[in-house]
């Protein structure tokens, strides 16, 4: 079983209608079996990068550096504690906080798409697949549960890194 963190909107679990959760979903269907998808709750956990925004009155707010710094620890405590194989991140900000939080992190291989690029960066201990946000990706139809293709090869590549680490963890 993957142990898995997405960086995301904590909404409705599939909810396609919304860019966050449209494509943690697609994301995930591609990552996981989608043959039993009842699994899925024991597979991976959402979170935000920024704790805080709620707390705005406008979930379209923009985060502040301010409100990242705060929610860092957060954060890398939530991450030590369900301690994933792959943490998966939408947009700028969130990767960054992941590069930052764990430093031994090194970039594996970088996918790019039309105007987009996707980053798969990993360590003795975890897989990050960086992604951008699903609302600013053209060609990526999280609503019909459609990748682009270089976000396919981003999260296949993903797959078989976390397999690996799998199996060095295991041995």
């Known amino acids: 079983m993957i142990r898995l963190a997405v960086s995301a909107s904590s909404n409705a679990l599939i909810e ?5 959760m449209g494509g943690v979903a697609t994301i995930l269907s591609n ?3 989608d043959k039993a ?4 709750v024991h597979q991976y956990a959402l979170t935000n990068a920024v704790k805080c925004v709620w ?4 979930m379209s ?3 502040t550096p301010e409100m990242m710094r705060n929610c860092a620890s957060h954060l890398r405590a939530e ?7 792959l943490v998966v991140t939408q947009g700028v900000h969130p990767r960054q906080t992941l590069l930052d939080l764990f430093p031994e992190l090194y970039e594996a291989a970088i ?6 690029k996707a980053q798969v960066f990993t360590s003795h201990r975890l897989v990050v697949l960086a992604t951008p946000h699903p609302a600013r990706c053209p060609g990526f139809l999280y609503k019909v549960n ?3 293709n270089f976000l396919k090869a981003t999260v296949a590549l993903s797959r078989d890194e976390v397999r690996c680490l799998q199996r060095e963890v295991a041995g």
């Open 55 to 58: 707390y705005t009155g406008n």
């Open 37 to 40: 998808p009842e699994i899925h």
């Open 16 to 20: 396609r209608s919304n860019a966050h």
């Open 61 to 63: 707010s923009t985060s």
């Open 146 to 148: 459609l990748l682009p």
């Open 111 to 116: 996918f790019v798409g039309s105007r987009r």
């Open 31 to 33: 990552l996981v079996d």
């Open 79 to 85: 991450l030590d504690l369900l301690q994933p194989h």
